[in-house]
């Protein structure tokens, strides 16, 4: 099990990834997007939108919270941030693996987000019985790390 953050191989070549799904659909590849990208790629927990724009608006003066916002709302559409809730904030992480998905351990203390490499076959949750079509699904379990549950 490893942070989700903590590969720093593989950033470069998911970096890229991320940044070629803005120039398939033909759009601009801003310094601002990229550094949104990467920030949150690099980060060992995930971000709220206000964390973003904090660590960002020295960097770009003249750069709003909107501008941050729309940003998400479009990484999230074009599956480069996948959003959600820890405490009463929206949360933010690099979506890793299109085709499948991850499963996520999220320390409630902390907030390091650990990845568990399962594929939904392995769950069998009783879809088919259902007539039920998946077309995108997330898997995160709440709790305490090693380091804060031993504090």
């Known amino acids: ?6 590969d720093p191989g593989n950033h470069e070549t998911n970096l890229i990834s991320q940044l070629s799904k803005l120039a398939k659909h033909r759009l601009r590849l801003t310094g601002q997007r990229k550094a949104m990208i990467e920030l949150v790629m690099h980060s060992n927990k995930p971000l709220t ?14 750069l709003s919270y909107a501008t941050v916002y729309q940003n998400i709302k479009l990484f999230i559409e074009l599956r480069i941030l996948e959003s959600f809730i820890l405490g009463d904030e929206v949360r933010f992480r690099i979506c890793t693996d299109q085709e499948h998905p991850r499963y996520h351990l999220i320390c409630m203390d902390c907030e390091r987000t650990f990845s568990l490499d399962m594929k939904m076959e392995r769950m069998r949750f009783p879809l088919k019985s259902k007539g039920f079509q998946p077309i995108s699904y997330k898997f995160d379990v709440y709790g305490y790390c090693t380091d804060c549950r031993d504090l």
């Open 49 to 62: 939108a206000v964390d973003m724009y904090h660590s960002l608006e020295q960097r770009f003066p003249g």
């Open 1 to 6: 099990m490893k942070t989700h953050a903590a």
